[in-house]
C-alpha cells in the first residue's frame, strides 16, 4: 500500500505544490525571502526528514517540471506584445539588450577561467545570466548540469534584483529605459518581476530585454558550443 | 484550450527540428524563436494564445521547485569552483548589468539626437 503511493506521481507533485504555496506565503510575510529560496528549501528537508528517495520523488517532480518547455516557449508572447508596443525605441533596446547577452558570457566565461573553476562548472555557469527556462535547457545542451544551472541563474536574478536598480542609479544610469533593460538582460525574470512591483512600464521593458536576452544568448552561444563539443 | 495546444505544438516542432533536423539549438528554445517568428507573420494571432501563454509564464517559478531541490544536494559538490560562483554571481552580474545600462542608455542618447537633427 505504501510503496505504492509512493510510487505514484501524486506525492512529488503534491509535495512541489505544497512548497510552492507554503513559500508564497513565506513571501508575503518576510519580503527578503524569495519563493525559489524558500520551496525547494522545503522539498529538500521533507525528503531528508521522511527519507522517500530522490528519484522517488522525481516520478511527480519530473511532471512539474515538464511544463519548463512550454513556458519557455510561450515567452514568445511578451516578447511579441512588449516588441508591438515599444516599436519606436526598438533598434536602442534590442542593441542594448544584445550588448548584455554578450557581456553576461564574456564575464561568466572570464570569471570562471580567472578564479579557477571546473569544465563541468563553466559549461553551468555560461548560461545564467538568461531567463532559468532557457539556461537550463542551453545548459544540459553544452553538456553541463541543469541543477547547478538552475541554483546559479535563480542566484543571480536575485543578487541583480537587490542592487541592480541601486547600483545603475550610483553609476548615472538613470534613465528609466536604459536600467530597465540592463536589469532584464543581466538578472532576468527575477528582476523584472522587482520592477514590475515597481511600476508596469519598467517591468514591460525588462521583461521585453529578458525575452530578447533568451533569443540572443543561444545564437551567440553557437560557436562555443560547436568549440566545446 | 485552443492556445495551450499551439504553444505545445511548437514545442513539440522545435523538439522535431532539434532531434530529427539536427538544428544545433536547445530544442524548447528553437520552440520560442518559432513561435516569434510566427507571431510576427501574422500566422498565429496573439488572441489564441495570450492567455495560456499568460498562465504559464506567470507560475514559471513552480516550474522550477523540483529542478531547484535537486541542486541544494548539488551545492556542496561545488568544490573548487566556489570562489568562481561568488564572484561571477556579485560582481560579474553588476559588471552585465552596468555595461547593458551604459550601452542603452548611449544607443537611446544617439536616436533622439538623430530624431532632432532630423525634425
Given at each position: 500500500m505504501k510503496d505504492s503511493l509512493l510510487a505514484d506521481p501524486l506525492l512529488g507533485t503534491?509535495?512541489?505544490l505544497a512548497a510552492y504555496a507554503a513559500g508564497m506565503l513565506l513571501y508575503r510575510k518576510f519580503a527578503w525571502l524569495h519563493p525559489l529560496i524558500s520551496a525547494p528549501l522545503l522539498v529538500y528537508l521533507c525528503l531528508r526528514l521522511s527519507s522517500i528517495s530522490w528519484e522517488t520523488y522525481q516520478i511527480g517532480g519530473g511532471m512539474v517540471s515538464f511544463f519548463l518547455g512550454p513556458a519557455t516557449v510561450a515567452m514568445?508572447?511578451?516578447l511579441y506584445k512588449h516588441a508591438m508596443r515599444l516599436r519606436r525605441m526598438l533598434p536602442s533596446l534590442l542593441l542594448g539588450a544584445l550588448v548584455g547577452s554578450a557581456a553576461g558570457l564574456i564575464v561568466n566565461a572570464s570569471c570562471v577561467l580567472l578564479f579557477g573553476g571546473t569544465s563541468e562548472f563553466l559549461r553551468s555557469a555560461l548560461p545564467k545570466s538568461v531567463t532559468a527556462a532557457v539556461a537550463v535547457d542551453l545548459s544540459g545542451w553544452l553538456g553541463g548540469s541543469p541543477g547547478l544551472t538552475a541554483a546559479l541563474t535563480v542566484l543571480t536574478g536575485l543578487f541583480g534584483s537587490v542592487t541592480g536598480p541601486w547600483l545603475l542609479r550610483m553609476c548615472g544610469v538613470s534613465d528609466i529605459a536604459a536600467s530597465s533593460i540592463a536589469i532584464g538582460a543581466a538578472a532576468h525574470g527575477i528582476g523584472s518581476?522587482?520592477?514590475m512591483s515597481d511600476s508596469e512600464e519598467q517591468g514591460g521593458l525588462s521583461g521585453f530585454s529578458m525575452a530578447a536576452s533568451a533569443v540572443f544568448t543561444p545564437i551567440l552561444l553557437l560557436p562555443v558550443h560547436a568549440w566545446l563539443l | 484550450m485552443r492556445g495551450f495546444c499551439i504553444i505545445m505544438g511548437f514545442d513539440?516542432?522545435?523538439?522535431l527540428l532539434h532531434s530529427l533536423a539536427g538544428v544545433p539549438l536547445p530544442s524548447h528554445v528553437l520552440g520560442l524563436l518559432l513561435l516569434t517568428?510566427?507571431?510576427f507573420l501574422g500566422i498565429v494571432k496573439l488572441e489564441w494564445v495570450e492567455a495560456s501563454a499568460a498562465f504559464l509564464t506567470k507560475h514559471m517559478m513552480l516550474f522550477f521547485v523540483p529542478?531547484?531541490?535537486g541542486a541544494?544536494?548539488?551545492?556542496p559538490a561545488l568544490g573548487d569552483s566556489w570562489l568562481a560562483a561568488a564572484v561571477s554571481l556579485t560582481l560579474g552580474t553588476a559588471v552585465i548589468m552596468l555595461t547593458s545600462g551604459l550601452?542603452?542608455?548611449w544607443l537611446l542618447r544617439k536616436r533622439k539626437e538623430r530624431t532632432a537633427d532630423e525634425g
Open positions: 503534491t509535495l512541489t514568445a508572447v511578451p518581476a522587482r520592477l | 513539440g516542432a522545435g523538439f517568428a510566427a507571431l529542478l531547484l531541490a541544494a544536494g548539488f551545492l550601452a542603452t542608455r
